[in-house]
């Protein structure tokens, strides 16, 4: 069981967005086929590219966070002691848990919205709810990868451990 749990925590964002890119990929390749071959293209193939797209991006940015991926100006990384690193590092997290927090619950209100009215899609004709889950979906994977990212620096300061800075894209 704490294998699968293992399996999960580490690979969880890399296969929601692998399903979704192969998602999105299809579906324009197969529309760019359509309008091109029969001169014709569907309402839905742009819906489900749309939607998928906005996954991406919510999922990939939780992907971001466990990977302290994000773009960040870190020339003052270079300066301080790693004390004060891995302090700045979690103020920067707990700023961003107050903003996770304050988008999901505005992000569920207008989820609710949709649910309470009956909003559909326009061209599935499906409950907009399920593509609207998007945002706060993705903002909970963001918290959720926060708190073990805050938890990891903790222990990271205890320990006298250097602090996780992810990995450099330039060197």
Partial sequence: M???????????????????????????????????IFSYSSIWGEEIVRYSFIYLAWIGAAAAVRERGHIRIDVIMHYVSPRLKALLYLFGDLVMVAVSIVAL????????????????TDGLRISRVWFLMAVPFGFALVLWRLAQSILRDIADLRAGRPVYEGDKLFD
């Fill in 105 to 120: 619950i505005y992000s569920y209100e207008t989820v609710h919205v949709a649910a309470k009215y009956g909003s559909v």
């Fill in 2 to 36: 704490r294998n699968l749990y293992d399996q999960i925590n580490h690979n969880a964002e890399r296969w929601l967005l692998l399903v979704f890119y192969t998602m999105l990929v299809a579906t324009m390749f197969i529309e760019v086929l359509r309008r091109e």
